[in-house]
């Protein structure tokens, strides 16, 4: 197998996704966490967990 041109300049575009699906899973699991401490309060404190974790991923 070669490389090709288009295939090394894609390279940098392909690590970034990579990045963002790393924060996207460290995001989540924080979100997971801190949903899991606010037992009893319900879905309002899990839908702030979420919009946390899309906070953190919209800031990279």
Not at 21 to 44: D, E, I, K, N
Not at 50 to 56: D, E, G, K, L, M
């Amino acid at each position: 197998m070669t490389t090709t041109e288009l295939g090394l300049s894609l390279l940098p575009y392909a690590q970034d996704v990579l990045d963002g699906v790393q924060r996207l899973r460290r995001a989540a699991g924080a979100a997971q966490r801190s949903a899991a401490r606010t037992v009893g309060v319900g879905g309002p404190a899990i839908a702030a967990a979420a919009r946390q974790a899309f906070t953190v991923l919209r800031g990279r």
